[in-house]
Structure formats: C-alpha cells, structure tokens
C-alpha cells in the first residue's frame, strides 16, 4: 500500500473560504455601504443647493454635517445594531469627532482642487463639474475609507452580542 498525498483543495474553494471567513466583515461594509450610500444623495443634494450661494468650502461643510446626522443613526441602529453599547453620548461624541476628521478631508481636496489646481487651471477647477469630483468622489472617498475603520475601531467597537445558544436536543 502506498500511501496518499494529501491534495490541495480546489482552487475555486478559495474564494468560498474567504468569504466564509470575512462574512461578518462582508456583511459590515454591506451595510455601512447602504447607509453611506443614502447619505451621500444627502450630501450630494445639499451640496449642490448651497455651492453657489455660499461656495464650495462652505457648502461641502454644512452638507457633510447634515448627512452624518443622518448616517449616526443608521450605523448605530442598523450596521452595527448587533455590537454591545456604550452610552449614547460617548458614541456620539466620537462619532462626530471621526466625522469632523473626515470633513477636514473632504475639505482639503476641495481646497486643493478648486484653490490650488484652481490657481492653475481656474477653467478646469473652477467649474461644478470639478468641485464635485473633488467632493464627492475623491474627498468623500478617502474620507469614507477612514470613517469605516475609526467607526469600527472607536467608535462602535462593542464586542459583537453573542447569539443566543442552541436549545439543547433531547433523545
């Protein structure tokens, strides 16, 4: 008898682990994405309404302010219901703190867009297309990429609530 070497799983059994694996953080991003996604209609929204008559430092401020708002919530009721809870103050602290680093930013690709590029190019970096590039797709990017980890780290960083046991089987 010879005896058999063990196989390497298929490659395609990969891709199964991983998410296996990564299913709570999958489902996570999930949901931090669809609550992001709703404020960022938000924000894109506001944004645009107040760009002109307040410019689009100003603008991008109030509009990042009043979309957070509304993402605390779902984040802290929805994407992260199943973490243990800190008092309500404290998350909202910190959660509004991350959103301020997130707003400075946001803000500083606007600036560096629309003011130093702008400076250049005020053609290019001086039209609504350009500020809402700036804004919404690298500024509000980046700044997402940063939110997630703190709001995972600090801000709502209760354990998990442990699901409740199995009934025991009898016979």
Do not use: C
Not at 32 to 56: C, E, H, K, M, Q
Request: charged fraction near 15%; proline fraction near 6%; charge should be positive.
């Amino acid at each position: 008898m010879t005896p058999e070497t063990p196989t390497a799983p298929p490659a395609s059994a990969l891709p199964l682990r991983l998410v296996a694996q990564f299913r709570h953080l999958i489902h996570e991003l999930g949901k931090f994405g669809a609550v992001g996604g709703a404020a960022y209609i938000v924000d894109f929204a506001v944004f645009n309404l107040l760009r002109s008559p307040t410019g689009p430092l100003a603008a991008a401020a109030i509009s990042t302010v009043v979309a957070a708002t509304g993402a605390f919530f779902g984040n802290r009721y929805w994407t992260w219901r199943d973490r243990e809870r800190s008092s309500l103050t404290r998350e909202y602290l910190l959660y509004f703190f991350f959103n301020l680093v997130g707003l400075g930013i946001t803000l500083a690709v606007v600036w560096l867009s629309h003011d130093v590029l702008g400076g250049m190019w005020p053609g290019v970096f001086h039209t609504w297309l350009a500020d809402n590039v700036a804004k919404m797709l690298f500024g509000t990017g980046i700044a997402s990429v940063f939110r997630f980890w703190a709001y995972r780290r600090f801000v709502f960083n209760g354990a998990p609530a442990a699901a409740a046991p199995a009934p025991a089987r009898v016979g």
